[in-house]
């Protein structure tokens, strides 16, 4: 049976994209779009939260994509999943990180920045969203003085779930000149083959 992968590529199922096209799995993308048919009741069967993604994987259903990526990854194994318990934690960690620290900040940016949902486009407000994100960027810079990615001498799914979330400032035309490690970081994960075709 086909990995099935709910959602937009134009939503959080990018980064659900992204991961299998990394891993090189064999999937069908249905496009459920996030406003008009997340809440039909053919899609609250796949995820009765009425959100995307969702995959459905040989019959069992997982939502919320840094879950998701988080079991591809282990599933499927190679260089993306955690090789030990210690990986494992930290991969946990920095997408929680994401999600908790950066995430809605990002996204106010971005709407700002796009003029999305009815938002006037206000470049300027868009920017100042960085205030509130300083000190995480700060975080993830230091994490970044002695290695080139979050978990050691690899691109690992804790970099995709990370990077996913701060492709955002790309999008929003953010001025994050001030953290260089984090942007250098950031450039190698959306150059990744994988990544451009998805976020181009």
Request: aromatic residues 8%; contains cysteine.
């Amino acid at each position: 049976m086909t990995l099935k992968i709910y959602g937009t590529p134009a939503s959080r199922a990018v980064r659900v994209l992204w991961m299998a096209d990394e891993l090189g799995l064999d999937y069908e993308n249905i496009p459920v779009h996030y406003v008009e048919e997340a809440g039909r009741p053919e899609y609250l069967a796949v995820n009765p939260n009425g959100r995307i993604p969702a995959i459905d994987d040989d019959g069992l259903v997982v939502w919320e994509s840094m879950a998701i990526n988080l079991y591809l990854a282990r599933k499927h194994g190679g260089e993306l999943a955690a090789k030990d318990l210690a990986e494992e934690a930290g991969a946990l960690q920095w997408s929680f990180w994401a999600m908790t620290e950066c995430e809605k900040t990002l996204l106010d940016a971005l709407v700002l920045s796009l003029g999305l949902f009815g938002v006037d486009k206000d470049q300027g407000k868009a920017q100042a969203c960085v205030k509130h994100l300083e000190r995480p960027f700060a975080v993830l810079e230091a994490h970044l003085a002695d290695r080139d990615w979050l978990l050691g001498d690899r691109f690992t799914v804790a970099d995709l779930n990370v990077a996913a979330i701060l492709a955002w400032i790309r999008m929003a035309r953010l001025d994050v000149s001030a953290w260089p490690r984090m942007r250098s970081w950031l450039d190698l994960c959306l150059t990744r083959p994988a990544a451009a075709k998805r976020l181009g």
